[in-house]
């Protein structure tokens, strides 16, 4: 009887020990929560080693480093869009305030001939103001998860072709001409013909924006690589080439949405391809794989 009652009385006292243990522990814990409720980015440790208190800060540690992360994507998304913001009005204002300067030109003169000008001018920069947002406009129904793509078995050398003929006068000009290099002229590729002259016209005109005027086209297989020598101030960032509004001309001397190479490779993906770009010597190469 003696006995049973030392145990029973060792057993309380254990219990006892253990209880005001885990209070400490758990206004340790409630601490810790007041801590990082400020900011703090510290991690949960305990004073107690027991299992059940391991298995605790070890899943409070997870769901922390979950709630972090997310937190820095979160300041990261808004920091991008601040200076997607900022681009954006930068490059629509340019030729907005272009256009309205020419347009008071046009008030204060009476000369005819310098007034047809400037309302040509004037018209130039609104045109290019509505290429820019039309290009806004598609990228963000692009990037919607509900958009999607018909496509259909078509033959992709013609649809290059027509899409390099409305370049002509350009190539004309320059003393140039695209060189195209088919091993199967019939090949046919699963796409959407609207989307992929989209494509090609983006590339095409990146090239003729950003190279120096010439151009090449080859296919074999599934593969489809553009070339274009590349100016010595317009070296592109490979990383970040299809990142929407990127440019490489850092000055922003050219007026456009920085969206082209954005639009391929939305427009590409929806189609079930993909595309990548790399520099080959002084050589600027988009590289698209299609199904």
Do not use: W
């Not at 939305?266 to 190469?285: C, L, S, Y």
């Amino acid at each position: 009887m003696v006995y049973l009652l030392i145990l029973l009385i060792i057993i309380i006292v254990l219990l006892g020990g253990y209880l005001i243990r885990s209070h400490y522990e758990i206004n340790h814990l409630i601490q810790q929560l007041d801590t990082i409720a400020t900011g703090s980015h510290i991690h949960f440790t305990s004073q107690i080693h027991t299992q059940e208190f391991h298995e605790v800060y070890l899943r409070l540690n997870k769901l922390l480093a979950i709630y972090q992360q997310r937190e820095y994507k979160t300041e990261q998304a808004e920091e991008q869009l601040k200076m997607t913001i900022q681009n954006m009005a930068h490059d629509l204002r340019t030729p907005l305030t272009s256009s309205m300067g020419y347009m008071q030109m046009m008030k204060k003169s009476q000369d005819i001939e310098k007034n047809q000008r400037y309302l040509e001018i004037s018209l130039a920069k609104m045109e290019e103001l509505k290429n820019m947002l039309e290009e806004l406009f598609l990228y963000t129904k692009l990037t919607s998860e509900h958009y999607e793509l018909e496509s259909e078995p078509l033959s992709i050398y013609p649809l290059l072709m027509n899409s390099l003929f409305h370049y002509y006068e350009f190539f004309e000009s320059h003393h140039t001409e695209p060189q195209i290099i088919f091993e199967d002229e019939n090949i046919q590729f699963f796409v959407n013909q609207e989307a992929i002259e989209r494509v090609f016209q983006n590339i095409i005109n990146n090239a003729l924006i950003h190279g120096e005027g010439d151009f090449k086209v080859y296919q074999k297989g599934h593969a489809l690589c553009f070339y274009n020598t590349m100016k010595k101030d317009h070296i592109p960032d490979i990383e970040h080439i299809f990142e929407r509004f990127y440019k490489a001309d850092v000055a922003r001397h050219k007026t456009s949405s920085g969206l082209g190479l954005a639009i391929v490779k939305e427009f590409v993906e929806k189609m079930g391809g993909t595309v990548q770009a790399r520099i080959e010597d002084n050589q600027f190469v988009i590289e698209l794989n299609l199904n």
